[in-house]
């Protein structure tokens, strides 16, 4: 780095958390912009890919992940019937890889932790426009803030910024089915390294993932997702709970005990989903990272992984080329893509698993396992699952030292803070 700059990081989820870490340890002066008042994680879990996986390695973060974190080796999903629909293991690519499902408190703790208190915290200060040439930010209340030499948008799949960068919006919508979720205990749940899911058609999916514990809490805990439309969540919260329960234990009975943790409908969250491609992520001093950048279904399971790969490239663009629009339009050109196929694939595979389509369910059923074994397209599959496929023909470099790390048994928490007093 031959340049201190002044930074603005809007929004605290995962991306801005990333990019304030990143961007502090350059020894860049960083100013985070968060809306609520009082900063934590929003959803349940999610599954880290290799891909995101990598990146936190490269942060010094691996091994505090991994022991919070639930190790994933297997996706499978069926019918209520038996039939297997999907089936597919990361050995499959390389033994050494899996997933790690984590709950988003857990990710959202140790981010915070690693910042360690670096770059001015803004809790509470909604920022509603950018001028972009100056790098100056206006609040809701009136107050401006800046000028900063870079203002990096991470306000999330709704972000009401990147409309500031004129023409830049191929595409913007919400999609039209959402889903409830919730964490539920563990227990004795026999899949404890598998994302299982269930399916009737693409009109309904359950969905149960191994999230592991989080600061303060020791209880092993999965991530429920039930997939809905959104114009029905007022229709499931006034029918009452027990028409749906009834119904959760018919289709999933091996997962019953699971499901009789639910018994209230606030214990349940609504997620809404945006499909959102930008043709430009920058204008003038203003560059989008995460969601914000590349909204899309989370039928892949991307979304954390790629505002991990997103900092990582934005910091790394700034190292080689400083501030101005050639460090912006070289992150663009890196991100867009490796995000370009998720995007599409997304976009393809999701009225497959979440639809009223039920010819399309059930061309899925009889031809996902088939293509799955031709020549060439399990490793295509294997890959996009992930997050390694880098457009339609390359694939994403792993370093050797990241997957002997990752193959190698965790750290426990006790090793490792007997390491830190040491």
Same mark, same amino acid.
């Given at each position: 780095?031959?340049?201190?700059?002044?930074?603005?990081?809007i929004?605290?989820?995962?991306?801005?958390?990333?990019?304030?870490?990143?961007?502090?340890?350059?020894?860049?002066?960083?100013?985070?912009?968060?809306?609520?008042?009082?900063?934590g #994680?929003? %959803? !349940?879990?999610?599954? &880290?890919? $290799?891909? +995101?996986?990598?990146?936190?390695? /490269?942060?010094?973060?691996?091994?505090?992940?991994?022991?919070?974190?639930a190790?994933?080796?297997?996706?499978?999903?069926?019918?209520?019937?038996?039939?297997?629909?999907?089936?597919?293991?990361?050995?499959?690519?390389?033994?050494?890889?899996?997933?790690?499902?984590?709950q988003?408190?857990?990710?959202?703790?140790?981010?915070?932790?690693?910042?360690?208190?670096?770059?001015?915290?803004?809790?509470?200060?909604?920022?509603?426009?950018?001028?972009?040439?100056?790098?100056?930010l206006?609040?809701?209340?009136?107050?401006?803030?800046?000028?900063?030499?870079?203002?990096?948008?991470?306000?999330?799949?709704a972000?009401?910024?990147?409309?500031?960068?004129?023409?830049?919006?191929?595409?913007?919508?919400?999609? #039209?089915? %959402? !889903?409830?979720?919730? &964490?539920? $205990?563990? +227990?004795?749940?026999?899949?404890v /390294?598998?994302?299982?899911?269930?399916?009737?058609?693409?009109?309904?999916?359950?969905?149960?993932?191994?999230?592991?514990?989080?600061?303060?809490?020791?209880?092993?805990?999965?991530?429920?997702?039930?997939?809905?439309?959104?114009?029905?969540?007022?229709?499931?919260?006034?029918?009452?709970?027990?028409?749906?329960?009834?119904?959760?234990?018919?289709?999933?009975?091996?997962?019953?005990?699971?499901f009789?943790?639910?018994?209230?409908?606030?214990?349940l969250?609504?997620?809404?989903?945006?499909?959102?491609?930008?043709?430009?992520?920058?204008?003038?001093?203003?560059v989008?990272?995460?969601?914000?950048?590349?909204?899309?279904?989370?039928?892949?399971g991307q979304?954390?992984?790629?505002?991990l790969?997103?900092?990582?490239?934005?910091?790394?663009? &700034?190292?080689?080329?400083g501030?101005?629009?050639?460090?912006l339009?070289?992150?663009?050109?890196?991100?867009?893509?490796?995000?370009?196929?998720?995007?599409?694939?997304?976009?393809?595979l999701?009225?497959?698993?979440?639809?009223?389509?039920?010819?399309?369910a059930?061309?899925?059923?009889?031809?996902l396992?088939?293509?799955?074994?031709l020549?060439?397209?399990r490793?295509?599959?294997?890959?996009?699952?992930?997050?390694?496929?880098?457009g339609?023909?390359?694939?994403?470099?792993?370093?050797p030292?990241?997957?002997?790390?990752?193959?190698?048994p965790?750290?426990?928490?006790?090793?490792?803070?007997?390491?830190?007093?040491?």
């Amino acid at each position: 780095m031959t340049e201190r700059l002044r930074i603005a990081v809007i929004g605290y989820g995962t991306a801005g958390q990333a990019m304030a870490i990143l961007l502090t340890r350059d020894g860049h002066d960083v100013e985070i912009f968060e809306r609520v008042p009082t900063p934590g #994680p929003v %959803g !349940a879990g999610f599954l &880290l890919q $290799p891909s +995101g996986l990598q990146v936190l390695w /490269q942060m010094g973060l691996l091994e505090a992940v991994r022991a919070h974190a639930a190790p994933v080796h297997r996706l499978y999903g069926d019918t209520p019937c038996g039939r297997a629909v999907m089936d597919m293991g990361y050995g499959g690519l390389d033994v050494r890889l899996h997933g790690l499902g984590m709950q988003r408190g857990a990710l959202f703790s140790l981010l915070d932790q690693a910042r360690d208190g670096a770059g001015q915290l803004h809790a509470g200060t909604t920022i509603d426009a950018v001028d972009t040439a100056r790098g100056q930010l206006r609040d809701n209340e009136g107050r401006t803030h800046g000028p900063f030499d870079l203002v990096v948008a991470a306000d999330g799949a709704a972000s009401s910024l990147r409309a500031t960068i004129a023409g830049g919006a191929g595409l913007d919508r919400v999609y #039209p089915w %959402g !889903a409830l979720w919730c &964490l539920l $205990p563990a +227990g004795e749940w026999p899949h404890v /390294q598998q994302l299982r899911q269930r399916y009737v058609a693409a009109r309904k999916m359950i969905g149960l993932l191994p999230v592991g514990t989080r600061p303060g809490d020791d209880t092993p805990r999965l991530s429920f997702f039930w997939s809905l439309p959104r114009a029905d969540f007022a229709r499931w919260e006034d029918e009452g709970m027990q028409p749906w329960l009834q119904e959760l234990h018919a289709l999933w009975p091996e997962a019953s005990a699971r499901f009789d943790h639910l018994n209230d409908a606030g214990q349940l969250s609504r997620a809404v989903y945006r499909d959102a491609v930008m043709t430009r992520w920058h204008q003038g001093r203003m560059v989008l990272v995460g969601d914000a950048a590349h909204a899309m279904s989370p039928q892949l399971g991307q979304g954390v992984n790629m505002a991990l790969l997103d900092a990582l490239a934005l910091r790394d663009a &700034l190292r080689v080329h400083g501030a101005g629009e050639t460090a912006l339009q070289a992150y663009q050109a890196q991100r867009r893509a490796h995000v370009a196929v998720y995007q599409r694939w997304s976009r393809w595979l999701t009225p497959l698993f979440q639809s009223d389509r039920d010819a399309w369910a059930k061309a899925r059923d009889a031809l996902l396992g088939p293509m799955g074994r031709l020549p060439g397209g399990r490793g295509h599959m294997l890959r996009v699952l992930s997050g390694t496929q880098h457009g339609w023909f390359g694939s994403l470099a792993l370093d050797p030292a990241f997957l002997e790390a990752l193959a190698r048994p965790p750290v426990a928490l006790a090793t490792q803070a007997a390491t830190a007093a040491a």
